[in-house]
């Protein structure tokens, strides 16, 4: 892979991708095995480091590295001495002290993974950093579009929602832009970045403008712990004209699939009946976040892409 490090978009070049994609794809077959234990990674460490709240994440990264036969162990802000008041430069030099050799960083803070980064000689590989970017779930959400569509380049993608405060944003438009789809943002003026061509997307104010030319939406939950309050005026009419309902998914294009990273709000930017419709592969995408998680450690400790599932 062309960094140590998996911190942003730019961590990548598109033939990484290709390769990651492409191993995940063995991984994925690993996964619905009986026994799905291989020991390629066996001897090293892996440390979770969640400084904030996950389930998705967190829980992947974990399964994923226990498949891979390492040693995982978890750590979060309060089970820690983060909670006395230690520093995350010296949190950083204290887990390098034990040799670990990839540590996955979730944190609020925008810029956190980058701050260990520089005090680690462990490979660090950002979970989701603030508003800036979630690398690994843009990675699992290229892989499940390519597998339900079969590929990305040219793929109209509907980022729908809450844009600015929204890391999956901030890597996911990058990543489309670099396999040839195009990214379109779907949102109220509020909810968008103040120059959101800096991300290289398209700007629609209008889901319904542009709903019957897409071939994926991809919706986002409201970021209440990072958003005031004060973007939209109610959630009632928030739903009603970004929300992803029965009405809509029936203009939808008969191909095009329904996407989210999760935690959904069931009622909010997707009616209960979308997230459970078939064309919702909301599932799939966690699924692949095992297969992609497994995919990026093996390639980071030197694993060759033909000696995936061996
Ligand atoms: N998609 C995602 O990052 O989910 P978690 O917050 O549960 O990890």
């Keep these: 892979m062309k960094s140590h490090n998996l911190i942003t978009m730019d961590d990548v070049s598109v033939d990484d991708i290709d390769t990651i994609l492409e191993t995940a794809h063995s991984f ?7 026994i799905k234990k291989l020991p390629t990674l066996r001897g090293f ?4 480091v969640f400084l904030e709240p996950s389930t998705r994440t967190r829980t992947s990264f974990e399964i994923a590295g226990k498949r891979l036969g390492a040693d995982v162990i978890n750590f979060s802000a309060s089970s820690s001495a983060t ?8 949190t950083a030099a204290t887990l390098d002290a034990m040799a670990c050799d990839i540590a996955i960083v979730r944190s609020k803070f925008s810029g956190a993974p980058a701050i260990l980064a520089r005090r680690m000689n462990a490979h660090i590989i950002n979970g989701g950093d603030g508003m800036h970017q979630h690398p690994t779930q843009t990675l699992l959400d290229l892989f499940t579009l390519k597998e339900h569509l079969g590929k990305i380049k040219g793929k109209r993608v509907g980022i729908v929602g809450d844009i600015s405060h929204s890391r999956v944003a901030g890597s996911l438009a990058p990543g489309l832009k ?3 789809a195009e990214p379109i943002f779907i949102a109220p003026p509020t909810f968008l970045p103040a120059v959101p061509e800096v991300l290289g997307a ?3 104010y209008s889901l319904d403008e542009v709903i019957n030319d897409l071939d994926v939406v991809y919706l986002l939950r409201i970021q209440g712990e990072r958003a005031d309050g004060t973007a939209v005026p109610s959630m009632r009419e928030y739903s009603a004209l ?4 029965r009405a809509r998914m029936d203009r939808l294009p008969e191909h095009a699939i329904v996407m989210h990273p999760g935690p959904m709000n069931r009622g909010i930017e997707i009616s209960a009946d979308v ?10 995408q966690v ?3 095992v297969a992609i998680r497994m995919a990026i450690m093996y390639l980071m400790m030197g694993g060759d892409q033909n000696g995936a599932a061996a």
């Design 28 to 34: 994925k077959e690993v996964n619905e095995r009986a």
């Design 45 to 48: 460490t892996v440390i979770n």
């Design 83 to 90: 909670e006395k008041g230690e520093s995350l430069a010296d």
């Design 178 to 180: 670099m396999m040839g």
């Design 202 to 204: 398209e700007v629609s």
């Design 242 to 245: 970004y929300g992803m309902n």
């Design 275 to 284: 997230a459970d419709d078939p064309r919702s592969v909301v599932l799939d």
């Design 287 to 289: 699924s692949a976040g």
